[in-house]
């Protein structure tokens, strides 16, 4: 059977001298494995590189692998490669999709997430731990671990004080009153605001908003440490991101 879909390469494998297993987040079957024969030369190796976008044509196998028959690029984000610290946060964002994307299932929102993200560290006018910040909590979100943002967990006031406080460990946020002496990590309203705007804004409008910089600080911090406490998984990729910037 031939499937068409359409999908990003998120990891690759060399095999033998000429072929290659890359990983592929696509729209219809979410986060797949493909054999692709004499992908790393010939017409196939643009659009089976890392990062890229493009259409396939592949055949099924028996369990949940699949062989490429044909390959075309939409788009390969050459501009990536022009710098290494946007280059090692977009290989993080390809790292984070294959933790958290779907298998073997629709993943239409996914897709249009880090492609989004992709785009826009191509363009350059956002900055980039705004990017960054968005992808990994819209990312969560998706998964099914969106922060208790609407109220406090606690009282459930819409908090109305200056000084808001969130769990990292379990995604919930509390009024002064309800933190109950709990070490837990301050942020300020406009923060809140921010996080709610990307959890639930329309898929495409959630990089369309601007922090402070105290404010963005504080939201890149947030999103990471949840992210971490989530997964429970050290990201080679983010640690290489870290050390560039």
């Given amino acids: 059977m031939t499937i068409l879909t359409d999908g990003i390469i998120i990891n690759e494998r060399p095999l033998k001298d000429k072929d290659k297993i890359i990983t592929v ?7 797949i494995s493909i054999f692709a024969n004499g992908a790393k030369v010939g017409k196939h190796s643009s659009a089976t590189s890392l990062l ?8 099924s196998t028996k369990g949940d692998s699949y062989v490429l028959k044909d390959a075309v690029p939409k788009q390969v984000f050459f501009r990536l490669r022009e710098d ?24 239409d929102a996914e897709l249009s997430l ?17 990017i960054k910040s968005v992808t990994e909590l ?5 998964a099914g671990y969106m922060p208790a943002v609407e109220c406090c967990c606690g009282c459930g006031c819409d908090f109305n ?5 969130f769990d990292c460990a379990a995604g919930e946020l509390y009024c002064e009153k309800c933190k109950n002496g709990k070490k837990l990590f301050a942020c300020s309203p406009g923060v809140l605001t921010a996080m709610r705007y990307i959890c639930l804004a329309p898929p ?12 963005l600080s504080a939201l890149c911090d947030i999103s990471e440490k949840y992210l ?18």
């Fill in 25 to 31: 987040l696509t729209r219809e079957r979410g986060v």
């Fill in 52 to 59: 890229a976008y493009s259409d396939f044509s592949l055949a």
């Fill in 84 to 107: 290494l610290t946007i280059l090692s946060l977009a290989q993080y964002f390809a790292e984070l999709t294959y933790e958290l994307a779907p298998r073997e299932d629709k993943a």
């Fill in 114 to 130: 880090i492609l989004n993200a992709l785009h826009l560290l191509c363009d350059g006018k956002k900055n980039i731990s705004l």
């Fill in 138 to 142: 819209r990312m969560l979100t998706l």
């Fill in 161 to 165: 004080e200056d000084e808001i406080f």
């Fill in 204 to 215: 495409n409008k959630i990089f369309s908003f601007s922090l402070s910089e105290d404010g």
């Fill in 228 to 245: 971490r406490s989530v997964t429970r998984k050290r990201f080679k990729t983010l640690d290489f991101y870290k050390k560039m910037i």
